[in-house]
């Protein structure tokens, strides 16, 4: 049995669905997380001066997507082919692409700056939201999961990043888009991630 140490920040972050597939495996790891204070004296240990890192039997694999992916492929949360593993990177990468590029400044920012940013993210969030829920609506009329008859990696990471958008914005603006509410509360309701959500630490981000 391999060992898994995960380390990141002591958030849910760029990380947490790592976190999440481990626990949907029942796979155990080490759940490492670097104070911010910490942070300064560990990140020259790191390969490239970033988290997170993920150690297996002291090999290590560096940027969270090849994380996700690595364990989604081991784990049996990848697709059944070529063709479903691209369309489930397609969504992966989209999600991260809109997410990213305005949080720091929602999160950090205050006054014009952060309306500004707000407003921004809001208008791209809600195009590329109604992209989503049409893909999910053309598989089995959405009310299952991204592809395939399965969750996956993309349903795993969709429901990780509304969290977050959600507690960036403290408000949902999922609402209006029924078949990804729907899928949201599918993947709420699994025992092992909502069992996992309330052992977790508490955390803003």
Known sequence: MASYKL???NGRGRVETAR????????????????????PEYKPKTPFGSLPVLDIDGRIIVQSKAIF???????GFYGESNWD???IDSI?????????????VILTGSGEEKEKAVAEFTE?????????????????????YFVGKKMTL?????????????TMLGKDI????????????????????????????????
């Open 7 to 9: 380390t990141y920040f």
């Open 154 to 166: 993309a349903d795993i990471h969709f429901y990780n990043q509304y969290t977050n958008i959600a």
């Open 92 to 104: 992966v990468d989209m999600l991260d692409e809109f997410y990213y590029p305005k949080m720091f």
């Open 174 to 205: 999922f609402a209006k888009f029924a078949k990804l509410s729907g899928l949201r509360r599918r993947v709420g309701q699994n025992d092992k991630i909502s069992d996992w959500e309330k052992r977790r630490p508490a955390s803003m981000f």
């Open 69 to 75: 992916r690595y364990l989604a492929r081991g784990f």
């Open 124 to 144: 791209t969030a809600t195009k590329v939201l109604g992209d989503l829920e049409k893909i999910l609506s053309e598989n089995d009329g959405g009310d299952g």
């Open 20 to 39: 999440t597939l481990f626990k949907l495996a029942g796979v155990a790891f080490e759940d490492h997380r670097i104070e911010m204070k910490d942070w």
């Open 85 to 87: 593993c691209a369309q």
